[in-house]
């Protein structure tokens, strides 16, 4: 009937809740901060995932750039100013503010692990699941009216 098919919806949903948030963390995308101040970028080094984002956050009192000569380039940033890039490929990528060129950082890029992308390949069987119709409760039929008149 129509209450049992929405408490099957509701336990679909809350299974599909429960399986995303027991993912490894490093199966999501993160998205990661860099603070510009006093002409220094913290971390100078950091290291994340293909997939993740990074956000340059000026809180300095000056305006500062970041460029990665080829890779990316933001705007000038006033001070609480923001600049976001992900990064789609593995690799180093070194940077630099364009307005204060001793200002330096890295960004060390990473492919998935194979514990990430197993998890990525349960997730998608996990979507493709839930997706899937139920089979019918007993006494209903494959069309969803019951049997009983």
Not at 47 to 64: A, L, R
Request: glycine share 8%; hydrophobic share 40%.
């Amino acid at each position: 009937m129509k209450v049992e098919k929405f408490v099957r919806g509701g336990l679909a949903a809350a299974l599909l809740l429960a399986l995303a948030s027991a993912l490894p963390e490093a199966a999501r995308a993160a998205n990661l901060e860099v603070k510009i101040d006093n002409f220094t970028f913290g971390p100078q080094k950091l290291t994340v995932k293909v997939g993740d984002t990074v956000t340059w956050i000026n809180e300095d009192d000056i305006p500062h750039t970041i460029v990665s000569t080829g890779k990316f380039r933001s705007k000038a940033l006033d001070t609480e100013d923001k600049y976001s890039f992900t990064f789609t490929t593995a690799g180093t990528f070194e940077y630099f503010c364009g307005l204060h060129p001793h200002m330096q950082g890295s960004i060390v890029v990473e492919s998935g692990s194979a514990a990430t992308d197993a998890a990525n390949e349960q997730q998608h069987a996990t979507n493709a699941a839930v997706a899937a119709p139920s089979p019918p409760l007993a006494g209903e039929s494959p069309g969803g009216g019951s049997h009983e008149h």
